[in-house]
């Protein structure tokens, strides 16, 4: 039983590496298994769905935006709105605690990791206790830069800080911004936050959270982020990778929770439904064979129930279109469509659809 | 661990009754455990794909040739050849059973269940030691009728079986047979077999294999059949079901073992690829969401690369259009589009696409 999709793709990438058209973009939904305590919407069993690029070697930043850009298609399909994905780049961290010469890096960073649960006095009291007053100050100078994604960069840049991680974590940082506008990413969608750093190992450069305004205490609902070595520990292949996941139960449960599932209009997936009144049925076929050619999703009602009963049941279904076939349809070579929407009919040749 | 995707979809069923728009029809394909012995093709873990219709109180024998063209529709997607649906009714052996006075109905079911195992010979053997020659000979002439399917129903009614089962069962068969061909199924993809009874519970009408001519030895590849009461063990309400299953992964272990896999061309689920070249970024980023608004699948070939590679890229993925944006492009306002199969280029604006 997987405890993720991460260590079997890794071990996939590396075994593969020969086949592998790089770079490799791969998706895939499964079941993965934690040992951990139930919480609230955290289970033991439950779906991952994982969006990963990887390349051979190297792996232009522009595929950090590009996932990011998925997860926003992904919403914006659904119809979530609301979500704001917040954004950092872990070099920035990195290259500030290095420049003003931080010992207790992972401390620091640990502290960070946790500002938003303990709130903004408790993490300033905790820094200066670890790294003394001025430092902390500093830290929290940089952390609460405020503005749009553009103005954080340009701000950020001004502090004139030399260290190169610094340097080149807020340029892939400025560089992400810009491709998610150029990717259809809207600004409302994203912010620069610099407390974001998805835990202390594996992730190298981008990472990313992405929160629900108004309903924050959930936490994440998809999150991600660069590593430089997807699969270090299964060959010396270097797969530098981005990557994004999204726990789909987890997601479901939020979604309940707030009241979006219940609210959510199921829409069909059935382009069509064919109603047939009296004996039509081979008519009806071929109506349905054409439709289905031309790359409709199209199925017939079979069973033999009144047409109030057939109405009602495409009502019920969410389906836009219904076509109805009775024999006098049949013998003007003519189906009669019904939009359940608008309660518009029309009577045609099928191949007219 | 679940052992079939049946038992909790009649749950599921039982449990939601009220809420659920009959003939409910749902797919599903998930991980199934058994705690059988590993045999070639046959894991303890393993992925099933299912198809089920239910109704509530009747359902249209109609549905049950639907979810076999169902199969066909799956099978011809891929590109699969040389299958057949081996189709027979239950009722059939049943009423024919009844009709000579059969005591051991249950032995002489699970007698020619093992047929295409044993051969005809043992069979014939084992039957007339179980019910005497007469009557073996009789079950012998019915199971050796030969025809195609019409061919078959015909001379099944001129056997005189006055048995109700018996008619009942023939009639069923025959409106299967003639429905699928509405439904699009070509004569040469079924058969009647009377010798397939897919176990002795169940299944209580229609019941069908899939073998793969010239491969046989594999088994069924897809079956299925109808069922009086799919949850009759959940709740007292009737829902009569027809449903349809494959094992996924024995299904690709076969494939693999036929050199079908090995063979398969996969055809990239990408309309276009786009790639920039020099810097256009901002202009592929404009292309793609216009031909994405139009619902086409498309993505940027994000990495600097050289042309070469970023080609090759393209050949290997299989994408049969890709798109070049150089400046020359952006200056022009238009778009170069390969055609990979035919080689052939075209400049146009991209909402020509």
Redesign the interface.
């Known amino acids: 039983m997987r405890f993720d999709l991460t260590v079997p793709f890794a071990r996939y990438v590396a075994q593969y590496y020969n086949d592998i058209?790089?770079?490799f973009?791969r998706y895939q939904i499964g079941?993965v298994y934690r040992g951990e305590r139930n919480q609230k919407g955290r289970y033991r069993e439950f779906y991952q769905c994982d969006i990963d690029v990887i390349?051979k070697d190297?792996?232009?930043i522009?595929?950090d935006a590009?996932v990011i850009s998925l997860a926003s298609?992904a919403f914006k399909a659904i119809g979530l709105s609301n979500y704001k994905f917040q954004i950092s780049n872990r070099k920035i961290l990195k290259g500030l605690l290095s420049e003003i010469e931080i010992d207790e890096v992972n401390e620091v960073m640990g502290l960070i990791d946790k500002y938003d649960k303990i709130g903004k006095e408790s993490f300033s009291k905790e820094l200066e206790e670890l790294i003394g007053l001025e430092k902390a100050q500093y830290i929290n100078k940089v952390l609460d830069i405020k503005g749009n994604s553009k103005e954080i960069g340009e701000k950020l840049l001004k502090l004139n800080i030399g260290n190169e991680y610094f340097i080149e974590g807020v340029e892939e940082l400025n560089k992400v911004c810009s491709?998610l506008s150029?990717?259809?990413v809207e600004d409302e969608e994203f912010e620069i936050n610099l407390k974001i750093i998805r835990g202390l190992d594996y992730y190298t450069g981008t990472v990313f959270e992405t929160m629900l305004i108004g309903n924050e205490s959930y936490g994440s609902i998809c999150s991600g982020g660069r590593y430089d070595n997807l699969a270090e520990k299964y060959t010396t292949n270097v797969l530098p990778g981005v990557g994004i996941s999204i726990g789909i139960t987890r997601l479901f449960f939020v979604l309940k929770e707030i009241g979006f599932i219940d609210n959510y209009k199921v829409k069909s997936n059935l382009d069509y439904l064919i109603i047939p009144i009296g004996d039509t049925?081979?008519y009806?076929?071929k109506a349905?064979?054409y439709l289905?050619e031309k790359n409709y999703a199209v199925?017939?009602y079979?069973?033999?129930d009144t047409l109030k009963k057939k109405m009602n049941?495409a009502n019920?279904?969410g389906v836009e279109n219904v076509i109805l076939i009775g024999e006098e349809e049949v013998l003007e070579n003519k189906v009669k469509v019904k939009n359940m929407i608008s309660g518009s009919n029309m009577s045609l040749d099928y191949k007219q659809l």
Do not use: A, Q, V
């Open positions: 058209n790089f770079p973009k079941k390349g190297k792996l232009s522009d595929n590009w298609k491709m150029i990717l259809g049925m081979e009806c076929g349905m064979k289905e199925t017939i079979f069973d033999e049941y019920k279904l």
